[in-house]
C-alpha cells in the first residue's frame, strides 16, 4: 500500500520517470498484479500515450474486474474511438450495477454512445438507488429536460438548489426552464448569492448568466445584456482566446490547405456532416434528416477535434491540420468511429466545427456531403453571446467577448467560401432564415443533393419527442417557425449599436 501511495504521489507531481520505475518493478514482481497495470495506464495517459493505456487498463481489468476499472476502460475506448469494444463492455457491466454511481456513469457512457433512451432509464436508476447524491440529482434534473419533462425536472432542481444554493449547475438548469409565475423571487434570490458570497470566477460565470436570463424572461434585455457581459467577462479572467492564432488557423484552412492532395481511403463511405456556426440551424437541419428511416443522427461528435489535439485556443492548430493531411490515420479513424455509431445506416454528424475537418473529409471520402448552415451575423453573434457554454469545451473559448465572437463569425463564412469554391457539387449551403421561411422548397433540393428522397412528413419532427443535449431542446419540440428571424436585434436594440461599434480586446 505504502508503495502504490507513492506512485500516485509521483503521478500526482509529474515525476513520471520515478513512477514508470516503481510500477515496472512491481509488474516484475508480480507479472498479475492489476493495481499496477492500473496505475501502469495512468502512467501511460499522462504522457499522453492512449494506445498504451488502453492495452494496461485493459490488462488491469482482465486481472481484476474491479467495477470502477471497467467503467474507466469503457470511458477510455469511447474516447479513442474503439466503440464496439466499448459497447460490449458497457452491456457486460450493466448486469452488475449496485450503486447510484455505478448508473450514472454508465448512464453518461450510454450518452456518448449515442444511445440516449439507454442513459435515460439509468440515470432514473440512479436517482431511486441515491436521490440525495447531488451529482445524481442534477444529472436526473438534466436528463428529465432531455425528454422534455420540464416539471419533473423543475422540482427535481428545486429540491436541489434547497440544499445548496451555490450549486450553478442546478441553478442554470432551472433558469432556463422555470418561468416567473412560479419563481417570483428567484432574480431576487440570484442576485443575493453574488452579493453576499465571494464567488469563485466559475460560479460568477454562472451565476451571472442565471441573473441575464431571469431578466430576458421579464424582458428587462438591457440588464439582461449587463448581466451576460458580467458573465463573460468571469470567465474570461481564467479562460483566454488567441484570436490571433484563429485568424491565422483561418488563413490555413483557406489558402495553405488547397493546394493539399491525400489518398482517398473509401469512395463509398457516404456521411453527411451539418455544420455551421453554433445557433445557427444545425440541430434542426440534423433532426430532419433523422427522420429519413435510412439516417442515424449522431448528434455533435468531437471525435476530430479530440483526436487531431484541438487546442481552445488554437495555438497549435494550424499545425495539428496540416500535420493530419500527411496520413490517413485520422479520417479511417473517423470512419470507423462513426460506423460503429450508427449501426447501419448512413451517418449524419452535426458538430458545428467540423467544417474545419471538411475539405480533408472530402478529399478522403468523394462520396461524403457537407451541408453549412448560415444565419443572419446579428442574430448569430447574440444567439452564441447569450449561450453559456462548458468553460472545458474546446471550442467555445471565443465565446468569452462580443468581438471574438465576431470574428470568428466571420472566419466560418471565409472557410464556407473556400469550401463552396473547391467543391461546389458536394457542399451545399442554407441560410437559416431561408430555410424556416420556405421549407418544403429549401429541404427537398438538399434532399436531392444528399441523394435522398424528400417526404414532407419530415416536417413534423417535433411530434417525435426528440432527446437533446443541445441548447435546442426548446425549438425542436415546436413544428418550424419564422419566430426567431431578427428576434434579437428586436429585444437587444440597444445591444446592436454595441456590437456594431465594437473592436476585440487586446
Given at each position: 500500500m ?14 513520471l ?34 494506445d ?104 427535481v ?55 441575464g ?41 483557406t ?19 451539418v ?105 448569430t ?26 470574428q ?21 449551403k ?31 419532427f ?45
Amino acid at each position: 500500500m505504502k508503495k502504490l501511495i507513492e506512485i500516485e504521489h509521483f503521478l500526482n507531481t509529474g515525476q513520471l520517470k520515478r513512477a514508470f520505475d516503481l510500477i515496472v518493478a512491481r509488474i516484475k514482481k508480480n507479472p498479475v498484479d492489476s493495481d499496477a497495470y492500473y496505475y501502469l495506464s495512468q502512467a501511460h495517459l499522462k504522457n499522453k500515450d492512449l494506445d498504451k493505456a488502453s492495452r494496461a487498463l485493459e490488462k488491469s481489468w482482465q486481472l481484476s474486474h474491479h467495477l470502477s476499472t471497467g467503467l474507466e476502460l469503457a470511458k477510455l475506448w469511447v474516447f479513442i474511438g474503439k466503440i464496439k469494444q466499448a459497447r460490449s463492455l458497457v452491456e457486460e457491466l450493466r448486469d452488475n450495477l449496485s450503486t447510484g454511481h455505478h448508473h450514472n456513469s454508465v448512464a453518461n457512457l450510454l450518452v456518448r454512445l449515442s444511445l440516449p433512451i439507454e442513459a435515460i432509464r439509468h440515470f432514473q436508476h440512479a436517482y431511486q438507488l441515491e436521490p440525495s447524491d447531488p451529482e445524481i440529482r442534477l444529472n436526473y434534473a438534466i436528463s428529465l429536460k432531455m425528454q422534455g419533462k420540464l416539471n419533473d425536472a423543475e422540482q427535481v432542481l428545486s429540491s436541489l438548489i434547497s440544499d445548496d444554493p451555490q450549486n450553478y449547475g442546478a441553478q442554470l438548469s432551472l433558469s432556463e426552464i422555470a418561468n416567473t409565475e412560479n419563481y417570483p423571487n428567484r432574480l431576487h434570490q440570484l442576485q443575493a448569492i453574488i452579493d453576499k458570497q465571494s464567488l469563485t470566477p466559475m460560479s460568477n460565470y454562472y451565476f451571472f448568466h442565471c441573473v441575464g436570463l431571469e431578466y430576458e424572461k421579464r424582458e428587462h434585455f438591457d440588464l439582461a445584456w449587463q448581466s451576460f457581459k458580467n458573465s463573460k467577462s468571469a470567465i474570461a479572467s481564467v479562460r483566454q482566446f488567441d484570436v490571433n492564432a484563429f485568424n491565422t488557423f483561418v488563413k490555413t484552412s483557406t489558402h495553405a490547405i488547397e493546394a493539399l492532395q491525400c489518398d482517398v481511403i473509401d469512395s463509398q463511405f457516404a456521411p453527411i456532416l451539418v455544420v455551421g456556426m453554433p445557433r445557427s440551424g444545425t440541430s434542426l437541419t440534423e433532426q430532419i434528416l433523422a427522420q429519413d428511416p435510412h439516417i442515424a443522427a449522431l448528434g455533435e461528435q468531437a471525435f476530430l477535434l479530440q483526436q487531431s489535439g484541438f487546442s481552445a485556443n488554437y495555438t497549435n492548430n494550424s499545425a495539428a491540420l496540416l500535420g493530419s493531411y500527411q496520413s490517413d490515420k485520422l479520417m479511417a479513424a473517423y470512419q470507423h468511429h462513426v460506423l460503429e455509431l450508427s449501426y447501419g445506416l448512413r451517418p449524419v454528424d452535426k458538430h458545428p466545427f467540423n467544417l474545419f475537418f471538411a475539405d480533408q473529409l472530402l478529399k478522403r471520402f468523394p462520396n461524403a456531403r457537407i451541408v453549412i448552415l448560415t444565419r443572419n451575423k446579428f442574430d448569430t453573434v447574440i444567439g452564441n453571446f447569450r449561450q453559456l457554454y462548458s468553460p472545458n469545451s474546446p471550442v467555445h473559448q471565443y465565446n468569452y467577448h462580443i468581438d471574438h465572437v465576431k470574428q470568428v463569425y466571420d472566419g466560418f463564412a471565409q472557410i464556407t467560401d473556400a469550401l463552396l469554391k473547391r467543391h461546389p457539387n458536394r457542399v451545399t449551403k442554407i441560410k437559416y432564415e431561408s430555410l424556416v421561411s420556405a421549407p418544403e422548397q429549401i429541404l427537398d433540393r438538399l434532399y436531392r443533393q444528399l441523394d435522398l428522397k424528400w417526404d414532407a412528413c419530415h416536417l413534423e419532427f417535433w411530434q417525435k419527442n426528440y432527446v437533446s443535449t443541445t441548447a435546442s431542446k426548446h425549438q425542436l419540440a415546436h413544428r418550424i417557425n419564422t419566430q426567431s428571424i431578427g428576434k434579437f436585434k428586436e429585444c437587444y436594440s440597444k445591444a446592436y449599436n454595441e456590437v456594431n461599434s465594437m473592436t476585440a480586446p487586446d
